[in-house]
């Protein structure tokens, strides 16, 4: 029993899975168009739960990705915020070294953010000062990033797919427990029901690799989930960063340290995060929920390797960010950024996010690029971990480019 039919089914409806529906649309593929989601509404993961800040593009090396579709991108979702009134704060970013040897690191990203087209200048600490008397950059020097801005992710997922829907696109909620029958380009649904498809585009978020692998495709990747938590500043603290405060990253570990975000509200709330320790599991955002006693062990035991061989300087990550879940660590963090904040200026948020991080099994390495591979009549978008949100326009056409030719509409 064929229940539905379309030419491109759209599994999560995530920004990058909005995105896709809205470039087939722009791009005149096809208007016949599903979204599946397993959640009663969308938001209810990663797109909804981000810091939404658009990133200008400077952490990337030229060439991958993640680097073609940032700066691109960013300036496209702007622009689509923008256009329809949704809250944005343009307030810019700034980065500095929190210990001395780091200080060298700011050239090299001003050189990436430049070969990717990104605006960037360096700042003396009069400049830095101006902007947030209270911060510390441990070399005097920082790195300005005036094109980074803030949005509300969750309003932004709200809209798309509300345009969506007056566009014909047709979204089905609650599909959860599907199954996929490839070789009939059908999915068949937990009451028996199917959908008949011309192509699927595999955009499950935090459940993509088990998507992949019920199409033969990815076997190598395996979520190894890390939860960003987050803290506030409380509003009466007399210190508010005016604008995002971000340390020198690590650049051999996908994370990007602890760092101080305002809000896109009319009156900016700052959030102190994420902390990037491992997740229990895919969507254990609280306490128990969401459990797999199954993927925890092997997880464990993947951390664990990585630990020993050291594979990427994983053990600095693990000394310098797997602990940030415990408070004081935290406030120790922050204070390399601006050493006036005190415990007592601090409130947990109720933002918490999960971040959809491969590791590749066959190199032992953590994925770094966003993956795009072929299944049979299929796309499978993998490790669309940040800034895929603030990316999303740009990284749907480039998965286009790549898939539309292989598509066979229904
Ligand atoms: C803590 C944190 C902070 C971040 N901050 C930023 C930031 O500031 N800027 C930025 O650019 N990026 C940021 N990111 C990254 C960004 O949020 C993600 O890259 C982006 O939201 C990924 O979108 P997605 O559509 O792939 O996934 P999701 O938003 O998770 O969507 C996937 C959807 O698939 C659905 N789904 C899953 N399995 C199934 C199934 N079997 N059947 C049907 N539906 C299914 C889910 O319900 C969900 O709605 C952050 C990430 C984290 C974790």
């Known amino acids: 029993m064929t229940s539905h039919t379309c030419d491109v089914l759209i599994v999560g409806g995530g920004i990058v899975g909005l995105c896709l529906a809205s470039q087939l649309l722009e791009r005149v593929i096809t208007s016949s168009i599903t ?3 397993k959640e009663p509404d969308l938001g209810r993961h990663t797109s909804g739960r981000n810091n939404g800040v658009l990133h200008a593009g400077l952490y990337n090396k030229p060439g991958i990705i993640k680097a073609q579709a940032r700066v691109g991108g960013a300036r496209r979702m702007r622009a689509w915020v923008e256009e329809r009134g949704l809250p944005l704060n343009a ?17 090299g990203l001003a050189e990436h953010g430049t070969a990717n087209g990104a605006t960037v200048e360096f700042w003396d600490e009069d400049q830095l000062r101006e902007l947030i008397p209270e911060v510390r950059s441990a070399s005097g020097r920082a790195l300005w990033s005036p094109n980074t801005a803030v949005v509300k992710p969750f309003a932004v997922v709200r809209r798309l797919q509300q345009e969506l ?9 609650e599909c959860a427990g599907w199954s996929a029958v490839p070789e009939r380009r059908r999915l068949r649904l937990a009451d028996g029901s199917m959908i008949a498809y011309g192509h699927l585009i595999n955009c499950a978020g935090l459940q993509d690799d088990r998507v992949a692998h019920s199409f033969g495709a990815g076997h190598e990747y395996k979520l190894l989930p890390f939860k960003g ?25 996908p994370f990007l340290g602890v760092h101080f975000t305002p809000s896109a509200d009319p009156t900016p709330v700052v959030s102190i995060g994420p902390t990037a320790t491992p997740a229990w599991c895919r969507e254990n955002y609280r306490g128990l929920q969401a459990l797999e006693p199954a993927m925890l062990a092997a997880n464990l035991t993947v951390l664990a390797r990585q630990y020993l061989a050291n594979r990427g300087g994983f053990r600095r990550y693990v000394h310098e960010q797997a ?17 006036a904040v005190r415990a007592e200026h601090l409130e947990l948020s109720q933002k918490v996010g999960i971040r959809s991080q491969l590791f590749n099994r066959h190199t032992q390495r953590l994925q770094d690029d966003f993956l795009c591979l072929p299944g049979p009549a299929s796309t499978h978008v993998l490790n669309a971990i940040s800034p895929a949100f603030t990316a999303s326009f740009t990284l749907a056409d480039l998965i286009l480019n790549e898939a539309a030719p292989r598509m066979t509409l229904a």
Request: net charge negative; hydrophobic share 45%.
């Open 35 to 37: 979204v599946i989601d």
């Open 91 to 107: 307030c810019g970013k700034v980065i500095v070294p929190p210990r001395p040897e780091l200080d060298g690191q700011l050239d």
């Open 165 to 173: 829907q007056e566009q014909g696109v047709s979204f089905l909620m």
């Open 229 to 253: 938590l987050y803290w506030q500043l409380k509003p009466g603290c007399p210190i508010q960063p005016r604008a995002n405060l971000y340390p020198v990253p690590d650049l051999n570990v």
């Open 323 to 339: 602990f940030l879940v415990l408070p004081p660590l935290l406030l120790r963090a922050a204070q390399q950024l601006i050493p």
